[in-house]
Structure formats: C-alpha cells, structure tokens
C-alpha cells in the first residue's frame, strides 16, 4: 500500500514537471529533435527516412549517423499525436518519468528506507541532467533508461542470477539509443564481469552469463553489418586526447556537477548546474560510503559504471559534454541516494523530512527559475525558435519562395521540414539516388536543401537579388546596406522574448534592381 | 624522518607554495606552518597543534580579507544591471522577480554559490583549472595532478575517524570565507593550501607504514 502510495506521489510530481508545456519548455526546436522527429514521420508515412532509405539501421541525418530506437519509437507518438513539437519529445518525457521510477525502486532495493528513496527519485526528477534531455526529443533520455534499467538487473543479479542475462540484454538494447551507450554499454559490462568473475563463473550461475553474452551479441547483429562501414565511427574527429586526465576528471568535480554545469548553452539551464548545488553535502557523504563499503557489490556496480561513463565523453574536446556523459548519472545519482540516505539516519526522522521540505522548496523554487523562466526567455536563439516562427509563416504562405541562409547559421532544414508539414515524399525526392544506395559509406554532406518552396544554402548575392523570392537571414547574413543596395523590401522579423531580432525576411525587387543598373546585366534578361 | 621527506616533497614540492612565497614571505611561512601542524594534528591528534595551526589560518585569513571589498557580493556594473533589467521582463510577477533577481541577498546568495563552486573545484588545483580556464587570469597547476589521488586518500582517510571532525570542520570554515572573500591569482585560494597538503602528507605517511 505505502509502496503504491509513494510510487503515485512521484507519478504525479513527474507527470507535471516532464509534461507540462512540454512543447513550450525547451522553447524552439532544436535541430537534433527535428531530425529524428521529421525523420520518424517520413519512416511512418512513406517507411523511408529523409534520404529515402527503407529502415536504415543507422539514420544518416546530416552525417552523424545515430542510432535508430528514438525515432522508431517516435512514429508512436507522431501517429496518436500528429506532427508536433508534444509528439516529437514524448518518447523522451516518458523515459525520464520511467527512469525517476526505476530510481526510486532501485534506492528501495538498496536502503530499504521508503521516504529516503522517494527523496531521492524527486531530486534525480528535479535535477536539470535528467529534466533538460527528458523534454528534449532526442535519444539521450531513453538510452539513459535503458542504460539505467540494465545496471538495476545487473544489481538484482547478483542475488538472483537469471537477472545477469537480461542485464546483458538490456546494456546490448540500449547501444541502439545513443552513440554514447555503443561504446559505454559494452566496455561496462566487460568490465563487470571481470570484477564479478568468481560470482558469475560459479557452476550454477555460468548458465545465465553465457545466455547473457550470446543474446547481447545476437542483439547486435545488425551493428555487426555495419562496423566495417564509416558510418560506425562518424565522430572520429571530436576525439582529442590532449587534457584528457582533466577533462575525466572534471565529470566528477563538484563545480562540474553543482555549480557551473555545461558550459554550451544549448545543453544548460541557466543559472543551474545538472544537479542542485546543495546536493554537493551527500555526493561527499554517499562517496565516502562508497569506498568504505567499496567490496560491496553496490559499490562495486557504482565504482565500475562512474569509471567507464565519462570516457568517450572525456575523450572529445568539450570540457563538460552533458548528453555524452549521460551514463554517468546513473552511478550519481545512486552515489547521492546513498549519502541522503546516510544524512537522513543521523539526523532525526522528524528533522530530516523537515529539513527536506524545506530544501525542496528552496529547490523548487530555483529550477522554476532556471527552467521555466529563464530558458524560455534566454535560450530561445540556441534552441532554434527563430526556425519555428519561421516554419509557421512558410507553412501559411505558399506563394512565395524562401531563401534561408545557412551559410553561417545553424542547419534548420529539418526544423523547417517538420513544422511546415513538408510532405517526407515531396523532400526525399530531390535527394541523390547516389546517397540512397552508398548510405553507409559517410558521403559528404551537403548543406544545401530545395524543397516545396524552401530553399536553404549560402546566400549568392550574384544571382539571388535578381529572383522574385523572399530571403531570410539574421542582422549579419542581410545587413541595412545590403537592403537598401539591393532594393529588398522587409516583410517580416523574428524576435526573442527579449525583443532581439534573429532573422529578418527581405522580398526581393529583380525589377527595380534591374532598372538600377546602367550597365548590361545577364540575371536581367528574364526579368519583367 | 620518513614524515619530514614526505612533508618537504609535497609542501614544497609545488608550485603553488613558491609563488605565495612571491607575494609574501610571511604569508608562505605561515602556509607552511599551518600545513606542518595540521599535518601533525592528523596523525597525534595533539589539540595545541589545531589551535596552533588555527591561529595561523587566521594570519591567511587576514592577508586575503584585507583585500576583500564587500560591494564585491552586492555591486552590479552598468552592463550587469541591464541584463538584470531584461531578465525581470520574463517573470510572470515583478515582485517575484526583484526578489529573485535585484534584491542585494539574491545577488550575493547566487556570487557565492558560484564563488563556492570554484574553490571546490579539484581542477583548479591539480590542472591548472583545465577545462574551465577563466579569461583574463594565468592559470597554473597549484599541484602536480598526480597529487589528487593522495589528496583524496588522505580525504577518506581522516574521515573514518571521528577524532578528526574538528579538523574538517575547521576545512569547511576555510572553504565558505574563500569563497566569500574570493582571493585572486596569483596566490589564489591559499586558505585551503595547509588542508590539501596536510591531507595528502597524512595519506602518503599511511601508505609509507
């Protein structure tokens, strides 16, 4: 009854704060959710992706090849909900809220302490690591998960041993969630058996790791097809192996975790770190627990999963790459439980919960701030919600060609595709049959799209001016000189919350540009 | 005399401690000091050697607060208060917002816990502040970051013992006015130089044995 009970109450909590504005919180829509968003509507409509390519096992997008469980799963969603921002980021939302669950169930297995592990699923809920990429709709949260629900097997295995082969089973799944897990997932469960190796090769337990291992390689079978491919490894130039002690290092410094967060402001809150900065008291407290109890198979599962998350994301040159070191939260935020856990049996029942509620309150109060507040206001230029006002008004006008530069700015096309209700048969068309049939093989990538009447590349001031077209850029892409020269006349701006103007539309004038001109110019002939 | 090696080895063997030595001789001698009693204190457990090393932190203490400027926690520039001015458009209640954006405490609760962030921040002192460098300041590694692994096992270590807590409160205390005071480089956080090195002696002198 009080284990419903508590499961509810974090139900609700999560239900409001993964769901509410959902579609509004993030603001915009960044470019990674469109792709996996548009390309789960072309996969639902026409079974192809933006290429054209019939269920890809890896989806090409714009070179980076990522991994194909969010946007299958995402045709769900778009298929009940239709083409929207709320559909795009649902997988996401309800992975988190399932991943705060698991949280709860997983510290109730480890503290036996009901009020310590509900505690700790509303701070993992509350913590900006999980809530940003829970309402965000691509991978991150759903390999997280899954990521998270083999290590709670792995946990349960070693008690009972038929948990080992879903572990493995489940740490095979998720490396189809994200880039990260492909690298992380393995390592961690070769690392684990060799920590575990008396348990594991024990005459009755050997059954259960051989099925583990055979169906985490049958698992990835299709992947086996691809290895050889340069579509595998398409990340290879973010590798950097200068600072790297520092950069591995750092995913475990409290001003990383408490303080200052991620320092790209697409991948942050404002003002917030990924955790709540008085946290820092039981991440001191649960390591030094941790290592007191450092033979206990807990701290053995948390020791080992906190040593191998950070490495593929230590290894690139971002110095606190949030959505690579995803996996590490898991051990974390267990790390956390423990030492709330401990702080909450020294000090009174009594004193504990009311110093809690008071906290959390204090909590509360800030990442609505931070989240609520300030993300929508501030980082509505990083999330790309210039491209979706600018969506809306292409979607309405049909008459008029767009010319979007991306000469400089963020690639939108995606963006552009999805909230305009590009048709995905319309878009793959003019895609080239030579990258449908070489799809694995990391063609370059070209930036330029032409679709129904949206075109996005560099802007040609040669030829562009002397086409009846509307052309949309920021403050630098179209500067007040280059109108008034041009004779483009404003027919629009896109502004922030705050009133910044981050793209502008110009209609072009080919007529009156052409009459301004004294000499003989050829992009003149055809124009009336 | 395998302590006094260990103790040279680290407490001098840094560059951190020569370049306090720089700015001023006392302040390094009383760095060195403190760090030899604190040291001492984690290993006897003699209560004259906390007062002792106390007294010292407080000289530190003073060298770093005579240069602290209160307005520091509360003043806002020009270009600050504008993007405090844009910022209260985007709340749904003005009184809301000044509290949590314009009020002197709010303003100095959120410099703190920033301020807090970097004198805990292991980097700051074993990679030169690597990957988070600050512009306009000349980072320096304070210890060779091989020095972090007996800095943390020194950590663990005192903490298993309960004689120590006066000790790790007297850590906590140094910690929350460096981060009030906010020294700048190139002295940098010397309040916390005597703990991270009688840590590390503490650890190495336990291995040693």
């Known amino acids: 009854m009080l284990n419903k009970l508590s499961v509810s109450v974090l139900l609700i909590f999560c239900a409001f704060l993964f769901f509410w504005r959902l579609d509004k919180v993030p603001p915009g829509f960044y470019i990674d959710e469109s792709l996996h968003s548009y390309n789960a509507l072309s996969i639902l409509e026409t079974g192809k992706d933006e290429y054209g390519k019939g269920f890809p096992v890896l989806f090409r997008f714009f070179g980076s090849y990522n991994e194909p469980l969010y946007v299958y799963l995402t045709t769900i969603s778009i298929w009940l909900f239709g083409e929207t921002i709320f559909a795009a980021r649902l997988i996401s939302a309800l992975a988190g809220v399932l991943s705060t669950i698991l949280i709860y169930f997983f510290m109730l297995k480890v503290t036996k302490n009901r009020t310590t592990s509900v505690i700790v699923g509303l701070l993992g809920a509350m913590s900006p690591w999980l809530l940003l990429y829970s309402r965000t709709g691509f991978e991150v949260s759903l390999a997280f998960f899954l990521f998270l629900l083999g290590l709670f097997t792995f946990y349960l295995g070693t008690k009972k041993p038929k948990y080992i082969a879903i572990s493995f089973w489940l740490f095979s799944f998720s490396t189809y969630a994200a880039y990260t897990e492909r690298f992380v997932s393995p390592l961690l469960a070769l690392l684990l058996i060799f920590i575990f190796k008396e348990y594991l090769f024990r005459k009755e337990n050997r059954k259960y790791l051989l099925l583990g291992t055979s169906g985490a390689l049958l698992i990835q079978i299709p992947h086996l097809f691809l290895v050889s491919t340069p579509a595998f490894f398409p990340k290879g130039d973010l590798f950097s192996l200068g600072g790297f002690i520092a950069r591995y290092i750092y995913y475990f410094s409290p001003e990383a975790l408490f303080f200052k967060g991620d320092p790209d402001l697409q991948r942050s809150v404002p003002e917030m770190a990924v955790f709540p900065f008085w946290l820092v008291i039981p991440y001191f407290v649960g390591w030094y627990f941790c290592f007191k109890k450092r033979f206990s198979n807990l701290s053995k599962l948390i020791i080992a999963s906190a040593l191998i998350s950070p490495l593929p994301a230590a290894l690139t040159s971002d110095p606190f790459a949030t959505h690579r070191a995803m996996p590490l939260l898991a051990p974390l935020l267990l790390v956390i439980g423990i030492g709330v856990n401990k702080i909450f049996e020294i000090l009174k029942p009594f004193l504990g919960v009311f110093l809690f509620l008071l906290i959390f309150m204090v909590s509360a109060l800030l990442l609505w701030r931070s989240f609520f507040v300030l993300l929508p206001g501030e980082r509505s230029f990083y999330w790309g919600q210039q491209y979706v006002e600018l969506a809306k008004l292409i979607k309405q006008d049909h008459q008029n060609l767009y010319l979007i530069d991306q000469g400089r700015l963020k690639i939108a096309y995606a963006t552009i595709a999805y909230i305009a209700d590009i048709d995905p048969l319309i878009f793959q068309q003019p895609q080239s049959l030579e990258i449908e049939e070489n799809y694995y093989s990391a063609f370059p990538y070209n930036p330029s799209y032409s679709f129904a009447n949206v075109e996005l590349r560099s802007l040609d001031w040669e030829t562009d001016i002397y086409k009846n077209q509307i052309i949309v850029g920021d403050n630098i892409s179209i500067s007040q000189e280059q109108a008034r020269e041009h004779f483009l006349k404003k027919e629009f701006e896109i502004t922030d919350p705050l009133g910044e103007v981050l793209l502008s539309g110009f209609k072009t004038s080919p007529k009156s540009k052409c009459e301004s001109i004294k000499y003989e110019n050829t992009h003149c002939k055809g124009v009336k | ?209």
């Open chain 2, 1 to 209: 005399m395998k302590k006094i090696l260990i103790f040279i080895l680290i407490g001098l063997g840094n560059y951190w401690i020569w370049r306090i030595f720089e700015t001023s001789l006392i302040l390094g001698l009383s760095c060195i000091i403190a760090s030899v009693g604190l040291s001492n204190y984690l290993i006897n457990n003699k209560r004259y050697l906390l007062i002792l090393s106390s007294a010292l932190l407080v000289i530190i203490g003073l060298f770093q607060i005579k240069k602290f400027d209160i307005r520091s926690f509360t003043g806002t520039s020009a270009l600050e208060r504008d993007f405090i001015d844009k910022r209260m458009r985007l709340y749904p209640s003005p009184r809301v917002a000044h509290w949590l954006e314009q009020r002197p405490e709010a303003i100095a609760f959120y410099r703190f816990t920033d301020n807090s962030g970097e004198v805990l921040d292991f980097n700051y002192y074993f990679f030169a502040n690597h990957p988070r460098e600050r512009a306009a300041v000349t980072e320096y590694a304070k210890f060779p970051w091989f020095y972090l692994p007996p800095f943390l096992g020194g950590l663990y270590l005192s903490l298993k013992q309960k004689r120590n807590l006066k000790f790790h409160l007297l850590f906590m205390f140094a910690v929350v006015v460096t981060a009030a005071v906010y020294p700048n480089e190139p002295v940098g956080f010397v309040l916390v130089f005597p703990f991270v090195v009688s840590l590390s002696a503490y650890s190495v002198n336990n291995y040693v044995k």
